[in-house]
């Protein structure tokens, strides 16, 4: 199966995993991302990672669910 490519812009120096989680709707809520991270791998820049508070920066990918989610600069 194909994965999904799909770009993220922030206008922050970063976002945080937690955030990036809320933001992209993949979760809806922090309560929900916490357990969301615990329950399912997640790779950033293709190391597993599950810290919420991850601090993601233009020009990262994470890979969720068969989709990467590139950061990017608005």
């Known amino acids: ?5 799909v770009q993220i812009s922030i206008d922050t120096e970063y ?3 937690g955030q990036f989680l809320k933001f992209a709707d993949i979760v809806g809520s922090g309560s929900e991302a916490k357990f969301f991270l615990l ?3 997640i790779k ?3 190391e597993l990672d599950n810290r919420r508070g991850r601090k ?3 020009g990262d990918k994470v ?4 989709s990467v989610y590139e950061i990017i600069s608005k």
């Open 1 to 5: 199966m194909k994965q999904k490519r």
């Open 15 to 17: 976002i945080t995993l």
């Open 39 to 41: 329950e399912n791998e």
């Open 44 to 46: 950033v820049n293709d």
């Open 56 to 58: 993601l920066r233009p």
């Open 63 to 66: 890979e969720v669910e068969n």
